[in-house]
């Protein structure tokens, strides 16, 4: 077990076999190469994918199956290779999300850029996709549309 510090959590434990290790970092944050996941609560879809170095960096994110039942991509070989997936349920896939102005009815879901992690060595990387119309501010709750009834 190692201990981290977290501006969410506090001081936390974390067992150091889980650490997710992202050898190229992440876009913007290319010095951040160890991650591990935490659960927003027991109950809910939500995750954090908190820096193990930097207290105040995490990141919320969620499976975007859950919320877009459509969303497909190719996982390339070169990604294949890199992360040394061996087989296809290895593959973990999240989606950033982003609550703008802490209006959480404004969540939106980076679709363009999913973090990729093989569960079985804990290797991950943030792929960006290309040719697609994925991008990176996709809203996770569609607004209703109400009419007026005059």
């Known amino acids: ?16 076999t889980k650490i997710i290790k992202f050898s190229h970092g992440i876009p913007s944050f ?11 609560s027991e109950e ?13 960096l995490a990141f919320l994110m969620v499976s975007p199956f859950m919320f877009f ?3 497909e991509f190719v996982v390339n070989d070169d990604v294949m290779n ?18 703008p102005n802490k209006d959480i009815k ?5 679709l363009l850029a999913p973090i990729i992690i093989n569960q079985s060595n804990y290797e991950g990387l943030q792929l960006i996709l290309e ?8 809203l996770l709750v569609e607004k209703k549309n109400v009419e007026d009834d005059e």
Do not use: C
């Not at 040719?131 to 996709?138: I, S």
């Open 82 to 99: 890199e992360l040394q997936i061996k087989k296809r349920e290895d593959i973990l896939i999240f989606s950033l999300l982003t609550i």
């Open 1 to 16: 077990m190692r201990s981290i510090s977290t501006v969410r959590f506090g001081n936390i434990k974390i067992d150091e």
């Open 131 to 138: 040719n697609t119309n994925y991008t990176t501010k996709h």
């Open 69 to 71: 039942n459509d969303y």
């Open 44 to 56: 809910s879809p939500f995750l954090f994918l908190q820096s193990v170095s930097t207290a105040r």
């Open 30 to 40: 290319e010095d951040e190469h160890e991650f591990v996941i935490i659960p927003y």
């Open 106 to 110: 404004e969540t939106t879901a980076n």
